[in-house]
């Protein structure tokens, strides 16, 4: 049997996970680590991993548990295979997503009673600490997971600042998008009610999405393996929508282009309903991958968020806000987050929230609004009965209204 790298470590394995190959313990990628760089002509073999659980103790829907996630046995040898830094090091107990919302609101609680029930002081530590607060809340969130996820894999070069303040090569579909016809009606005496709306919470609802779990490898087949993620080289098609946006963005640049998977699984959605052609895909930097990565942790953000914001906690609710926006935007290459590296991811994340806001744009359009203006990663100003299309309120599946105006007509 021919044996492929493990998307943990890049070490030969012999074992597959939902058609991945990998090793199934943190000791087994160590072992393979250890005899890949040994001088020893015949390395120690990597432990066995233990038998699989019975079928009778499965539930009816659950998929058989990788060896790694199984309980040790008792009599656990004295010395052990050493750390391997790519993988992640879950945190000792196992928390469900109810737990961890406990662990949210006793952290506010906790800092609250320390500064004296002083709020601001309170918001103010706890913004301070959202960092480390959530790299902690996603180790628990991980606990008794599918997979180990590569904190700090070897970083390639297109996903490299170019310089300290600059950017790398991937391009995220940032919409900055004004309807050219709309403004130009508006300045002949066209009058038109406008309504900006804005999305709640985007970033954390843009956790959900196809994140690789292991590091990124050259894929120069040509197609989109959808069990895999990472970033693309493409060929954007034409866009050919003068009154819908473009979902690459602003882009203005013709020629290829660096994008993530989520501007390219939008992209070929777009395909798929007949909006545009495929993009020509040149070259992937892919690993395995999976939608569910983060989900229990944006469960736990979410539920929290919802119940502060019923009962009015506005401290809950900006401790929350400054976890999610400070992962986002600190996974990638920041020295405020020594404890992951995956500038991959926030792209990924970030290109997210970008397409979560032209597909909302693409529904009203759809449902027979004006699209007037789509900006940043929330904002969306429509003409029309936009409430028969989309539910008002906070929670993340709903829109509030920030504000109205007019455009053309007398003054």
């Given at each position: 049997m021919?044996?492929r790298?493990?998307?943990?470590?890049g070490q030969p394995?012999?074992?597959?996970?939902d058609?991945?190959?990998?090793?199934?313990s943190?000791?087994?990628c160590a072992?393979?680590?250890a005899?890949?760089?040994?001088t020893?002509?015949?390395?120690?073999?990597?432990?066995?991993a233990p038998?699989p659980?019975?079928?009778a103790?499965r539930e009816p829907d659950q998929?058989?548990?990788?060896a790694?996630e199984?309980?040790?046995?008792t009599?656990a040898p004295e010395?052990?295979a050493p750390?391997?830094?790519?993988?992640?090091r879950?945190a000792?107990p196992s928390?469900?997503?109810g737990t961890l919302?406990?662990?949210i609101?006793?952290r506010?609680h906790?800092?609250?009673?320390?500064?004296a029930?002083d709020?601001?002081?309170?918001q103010a530590?706890l913004?301070k600490?959202?960092?480390?607060d959530v790299m902690?809340?996603?180790?628990?969130?991980?606990v008794g997971?599918?997979?180990?996820?590569?904190?700090?894999p070897?970083t390639h070069?297109?996903l490299?600042k170019r310089?300290?303040?600059?950017?790398?090569e991937i391009?995220?579909?940032?919409?900055k998008?004004?309807?050219a016809a709309?403004?130009?009606?508006a300045?002949?005496?066209i009058?038109?009610?406008?309504?900006a709306?804005?999305?709640n919470?985007?970033?954390l609802?843009?956790?959900?999405?196809?994140?690789?779990?292991?590091?990124?490898r050259?894929?120069?087949?040509g197609?989109?393996d959808p069990k895999k993620?990472?970033?693309?080289?493409?060929?954007?098609?034409?866009?050919?929508?003068?009154?819908?946006?473009?979902?690459?963005?602003?882009r203005?640049?013709p020629?290829?282009?660096w994008v993530?998977?989520?501007?390219?699984?939008?992209?070929?959605?777009?395909?798929r309903?007949?909006?545009a052609?495929?993009?020509?895909l040149h070259?992937?930097l892919v690993s395995?991958a999976t939608e569910?990565l983060?989900e229990?942790?944006?469960r736990a953000l979410?539920?929290?968020?919802?119940?502060?914001?019923a009962e009015?906690d506005?401290?809950?609710?900006a401790?929350?806000k400054?976890?999610y926006?400070?992962?986002?935007?600190t996974i990638?290459?920041?020295?405020?987050n020594?404890?992951?590296?995956?500038?991959?991811?926030m792209h990924?994340?970030?290109?997210?929230?970008?397409a979560?806001?032209?597909?909302?744009a693409?529904k009203?359009h759809?449902?027979?609004?004006?699209?007037?203006?789509?900006?940043?990663?929330d904002e969306?100003?429509?003409?029309g009965d936009?409430?028969?299309v989309f539910?008002e309120?906070l929670?993340?599946?709903?829109?509030?209204?920030k504000?109205?105006?007019v455009?053309g007509?007398?003054?």
């Amino acid at each position: 049997m021919t044996l492929r790298p493990c998307v943990l470590c890049g070490q030969p394995a012999g074992d597959e996970v939902d058609g991945f190959p990998q090793h199934l313990s943190v000791d087994e990628c160590a072992a393979a680590t250890a005899a890949a760089t040994t001088t020893m002509t015949e390395p120690a073999p990597a432990p066995p991993a233990p038998a699989p659980a019975p079928e009778a103790d499965r539930e009816p829907d659950q998929a058989p548990q990788p060896a790694e996630e199984r309980p040790a046995p008792t009599a656990a040898p004295e010395t052990t295979a050493p750390p391997v830094p790519t993988l992640a090091r879950r945190a000792a107990p196992s928390y469900a997503s109810g737990t961890l919302v406990g662990q949210i609101t006793g952290r506010v609680h906790e800092v609250l009673d320390e500064c004296a029930g002083d709020a601001e002081a309170a918001q103010a530590a706890l913004i301070k600490a959202a960092i480390p607060d959530v790299m902690a809340l996603l180790k628990a969130s991980r606990v008794g997971g599918r997979y180990e996820h590569s904190e700090f894999p070897p970083t390639h070069d297109i996903l490299r600042k170019r310089s300290q303040k600059g950017a790398d090569e991937i391009w995220e579909g940032r919409p900055k998008w004004r309807n050219a016809a709309i403004l130009k009606a508006a300045k002949a005496g066209i009058r038109l009610e406008v309504t900006a709306l804005d999305m709640n919470a985007a970033y954390l609802s843009a956790l959900k999405c196809w994140l690789p779990i292991g590091q990124l490898r050259e894929d120069t087949s040509g197609v989109h393996d959808p069990k895999k993620s990472g970033v693309h080289l493409i060929t954007p098609p034409e866009w050919d929508h003068p009154d819908l946006p473009n979902p690459l963005g602003n882009r203005i640049e013709p020629g290829e282009l660096w994008v993530s998977e989520s501007t390219l699984r939008l992209l070929l959605d777009c395909t798929r309903q007949g909006l545009a052609d495929a993009p020509v895909l040149h070259r992937s930097l892919v690993s395995g991958a999976t939608e569910a990565l983060l989900e229990k942790l944006r469960r736990a953000l979410a539920e929290t968020r919802k119940t502060a914001l019923a009962e009015g906690d506005e401290l809950t609710v900006a401790y929350v806000k400054a976890m999610y926006s400070k992962f986002v935007s600190t996974i990638g290459e920041s020295s405020a987050n020594r404890e992951l590296r995956r500038p991959d991811w926030m792209h990924i994340i970030r290109a997210k929230a970008f397409a979560n806001l032209w597909m909302k744009a693409h529904k009203a359009h759809r449902a027979g609004l004006q699209i007037v203006e789509i900006s940043g990663t929330d904002e969306l100003h429509v003409a029309g009965d936009w409430r028969t299309v989309f539910p008002e309120g906070l929670d993340l599946n709903q829109v509030k209204e920030k504000n109205t105006y007019v455009l053309g007509g007398k003054r």
